[in-house]
């Protein structure tokens, strides 16, 4: 298996801009996590899903913020309109019990 | 879920051996401990989970008390290349439930 796959690997937008971050998980795994990475605040948790169904999205910073999983497949983490302070790299992880099996992550350069 | 504690960051040398304890006074009955590295630029990846006593692999070894309060990560003769992020983490062994990253512990590795 190839892993998790995240896409793209690097993006740099302007202010205002939409942003769509892409997943795929590893086959089988029924579980996915979108987790936002930055100096400041380390590693946070926005949204995880379980069987494709949003189990708790308290971690989303704002409306601006959002993420589907329309199949076992995919994933996506949508921001709009983007904001400067929402540079950092996402990670996508997914997992089938316990472990959590990790991408290699998205970086946002929002300017 | 249960609150980690763990030390921000530690030196060591190559060749040496290396203990990372961590603090989790109100573990729950049915938590598992884990531990993650984050190499920089990567996703965090699983080196280890226990319950009790103690658990090795090939690549680290866990010990963990008889009242689960605390576990220490060991690493044995660390190269250069050890030098990362160590995460603990406590939560439940299912895979569907959200799990929490701390600011973990970085480990420096001299030559």
């Known amino acids: 298996d190839a892993g998790v796959i995240q896409s793209p690997r690097h993006e740099v937008t302007e202010m205002g801009q939409e942003v769509t971050l892409r997943c795929k998980p590893i086959?089988?795994?029924?579980?996915l996590f979108w987790y936002r990475q930055t100096m400041m605040r380390g590693l946070e948790l926005l949204i995880y899903?379980?069987?494709?169904?949003?189990?708790?999205d308290s971690g989303m910073p704002e409306d601006r913020f959002s993420a589907k999983m329309p199949n076992a497949s995919f994933s996506t983490l949508k921001i709009q309109p983007s904001e400067p302070r929402d540079s950092a790299v996402y990670f996508c992880?997914?997992?089938?019990?316990?472990?959590?099996?990790f991408g290699e992550g998205s970086r946002l350069t929002v300017l | 879920l249960a609150k980690t504690t763990q030390p921000i960051s530690m030196d060591s040398y190559e060749g040496q051996e290396v203990n990372i304890t961590c603090s989790h006074n109100n573990i729950a009955t049915n938590d598992y401990i884990t531990w993650y590295q984050q190499f920089p630029s990567q996703g965090p990846r699983f080196i280890i989970q226990?319950?009790?006593t103690k658990v090795t692999n090939e690549v680290a070894s866990l010990f963990i008390p008889a009242d689960r309060k605390s576990s220490t990560l060991s690493l044995p003769r660390v190269s250069l290349s050890d030098t990362a992020v160590y995460y603990c983490l406590v939560d439940l062994n299912t895979g569907g439930f959200k799990t929490i990253f701390g600011a973990g512990t970085r480990l420096f590795v001299k030559a």
């Open positions: 992880a997914t997992s089938q019990g316990g472990e959590l099996f």
């Open positions: 226990g319950y009790k």
């Open positions: 899903f379980n069987n494709n169904v949003p189990i708790d």
């Open positions: 086959s089988g795994h029924n579980s």
